[in-house]
């Protein structure tokens, strides 16, 4: 089974794409009473207009995560367009923390991904409230994050999405670091197709994304986060081994220690399953590191 804490319009998408992919039974929790019940039966109702055979319950009661393979967690206070993902650390911890002392006693064989901003310091939490082995807790934003870079070189370049491979590290947020000189269009490297200006007006715009979603229709982005995170589900539930960008508490790896952080991991049936540690160039350690010292200064805030 796997259980969705938090049914929102980020949730009810994780919940569509999760449902299309058959992977296993849905849970729907939310403290809200009646929503998780109702957005389960309309979501069973989809299900048998498509014939997938996916039982989709919800609940109020975290009892009712008991046995659960994965629990998702997009649970939390949603980003406004006058805000950053950093705004939200002192509201959504509290949320976090209820939520991972309830993973904890309920589903404590589960692995965890989560969506809740900001990202990997809610990973972080999430690992020191629930108490489980690093591997079993994985936060979301590589896919979004890259998506949104393929989407900017796909426009500009009038080629599919599909043909552009690439890669994120580091803090989802304002810092994070995007990667051109390890992006591919049809095998073809990225810096050889565009020049440096236009790569980084690119990149610019791709960081924004978020932030703009928000200004055009006055809600975070939730389609998109959706689809990635079912493919995050999927990778761990089928064993598929993918390397995807995902928040990982880190002990040792790149040089850090006791932080969460995105970089490019396999996941597979035992969650995090090993990290890729990239050779970075002096530019690209640089911007990691500094997105390492924002996230320290923001788990500092939270310790305090």
Same mark, same amino acid.
């Given at each position: 089974?796997?259980?969705?804490?938090?049914?929102?319009?980020?949730?009810?998408?994780?919940?569509?794409?999760?449902?299309?992919?058959?992977?296993?039974?849905?849970?729907?929790?939310?403290?809200?009473?009646?929503?998780?019940?109702?957005?389960?039966?309309?979501?069973?109702?989809?299900?048998?207009?498509?014939?997938?055979?996916?039982?989709?319950?919800?609940?109020?009661?975290?009892?009712?995560?008991?046995?659960?393979?994965?629990?998702?967690?997009?649970?939390?206070?949603?980003?406004?367009?006058?805000?950053?993902?950093?705004?939200?650390?002192?509201?959504?911890?509290? *949320?976090?923390?209820?939520?991972?002392?309830?993973?904890?006693?309920?589903?404590?064989?589960?692995?965890?991904?989560?969506?809740?901003?900001?990202?990997?310091?809610?990973?972080?939490?999430? /690992?020191?409230?629930?108490?489980?082995?690093?591997?079993? /807790?994985?936060?979301?934003?590589?896919?979004?994050?890259?998506?949104?870079?393929?989407?900017?070189?796909?426009?500009?370049?009038?080629?599919?999405?599909?043909?552009?491979?690439?890669?994120?590290?580091?803090?989802?947020?304002?810092?994070?670091?995007?990667?051109?000189?390890?992006?591919? /269009?049809?095998?073809?490297?990225?810096?050889?197709?565009?020049?440096?200006?236009?790569?980084?007006?690119?990149?610019?715009?791709?960081?924004?994304?978020?932030?703009?979603?928000?200004?055009?229709?006055?809600?975070?982005?939730?389609?998109?986060?959706?689809?990635?995170?079912?493919?995050?589900?999927?990778?761990?539930?089928?064993?598929?081994?993918?390397?995807?960008?995902?928040?990982?508490?880190?002990?040792?790896?790149?040089? /850090?220690?006791?932080?969460?952080?995105?970089?490019?991991? *396999?996941?597979?049936?035992?969650?995090?399953?090993? *990290?890729?540690?990239?050779?970075?160039?002096?530019?690209?350690?640089?911007?990691?590191?500094?997105?390492?010292?924002?996230?320290?200064?923001?788990?500092?805030?939270?310790?305090?």
């Amino acid at each position: 089974m796997i259980t969705i804490v938090g049914t929102g319009r980020v949730g009810g998408s994780i919940a569509f794409h999760l449902a299309l992919r058959e992977l296993d039974d849905i849970m729907l929790l939310d403290i809200v009473p009646n929503l998780p019940q109702g957005e389960a039966l309309d979501f069973a109702h989809m299900c048998a207009t498509l014939g997938i055979d996916v039982d989709v319950r919800g609940s109020n009661d975290y009892k009712d995560m008991n046995g659960s393979d994965i629990v998702v967690v997009p649970a939390g206070f949603a980003r406004k367009a006058d805000m950053t993902r950093l705004d939200l650390l002192r509201k959504n911890a509290d *949320v976090i923390r209820a939520v991972g002392k309830n993973i904890a006693e309920y589903a404590p064989n589960a692995k965890v991904i989560l969506t809740t901003n900001p990202l990997d310091v809610m990973t972080y939490l999430m /690992v020191k409230a629930t108490g489980f082995d690093r591997h079993r /807790v994985m936060g979301f934003s590589g896919p979004l994050d890259t998506g949104r870079f393929k989407y900017m070189i796909a426009k500009e370049l009038g080629v599919s999405t599909s043909s552009i491979q690439t890669m994120v590290i580091g803090e989802h947020g304002d810092s994070m670091v995007l990667m051109p000189r390890l992006t591919t /269009v049809g095998g073809k490297p990225l810096t050889e197709l565009l020049s440096q200006q236009r790569i980084g007006e690119l990149m610019d715009a791709s960081k924004k994304g978020g932030a703009e979603i928000i200004r055009l229709r006055g809600w975070s982005s939730s389609y998109a986060p959706g689809a990635g995170v079912a493919q995050m589900v999927e990778s761990v539930m089928k064993d598929r081994n993918q390397v995807i960008p995902t928040s990982v508490y880190l002990q040792g790896e790149y040089g /850090v220690n006791d932080l969460a952080i995105v970089v490019p991991a *396999v996941l597979g049936r035992n969650g995090v399953e090993k *990290v890729i540690e990239l050779q970075l160039t002096e530019e690209e350690r640089n911007a990691f590191d500094k997105s390492v010292q924002v996230l320290k200064g923001a788990v500092s805030q939270l310790q305090q």
